[in-house]
């Protein structure tokens, strides 16, 4: 059975960081590009990142700027997203989803799988 459990979020002041997790299990992790997508109350969902198989490439969405880092670790079937200088236009749920045909990776319709999600909140 497929598992995908996000942690890490929660309230954060803006211009403060923080990382999110991504335990994955039930599928060949290293055969899955993975990605973090994120969706703001009443918006549609947004592409963040993605990382591909073996690491080598990594994607963000405009918005990012630099700001934040995806990062995998093939050996525990994880992915983390760390987030620095969080904006309150950040504050979104937080999903994370593997991708096994890896054909656009910024399109959330591609994605195999998908978490329940991480609430991350951003104070002004």
Do not use: H
Not at 16 to 29: E, I, K, M, P, Q
Not at 59 to 83: E, H, W
Not at 97 to 123: F, I, P
Request: some cysteine.
């Amino acid at each position: 059975q497929v598992q995908l459990v996000e942690s890490g979020g929660g309230l954060v002041q803006a211009g403060g960081s923080l990382r999110l997790s991504c335990a994955a299990s039930g599928f060949t992790f290293g055969a899955a590009v993975m990605g973090w997508f994120r969706q703001a109350p009443g918006k549609e969902r947004e592409f963040v990142a993605a990382v591909t198989r073996s690491a080598y490439s990594t994607f963000y969405g405009d918005f990012v700027k630099g700001r934040f880092t995806i990062s995998r670790d093939n050996a525990k079937n994880m992915v983390y997203l760390q987030m620095n200088s969080l904006k309150p236009e950040d504050t979104a749920v937080y999903y994370c989803a593997a991708d096994l045909t890896a054909s656009n990776v910024r399109r959330g319709t591609e994605y195999d799988y998908w978490g329940q999600g991480t609430q991350v909140t951003v104070s002004s």
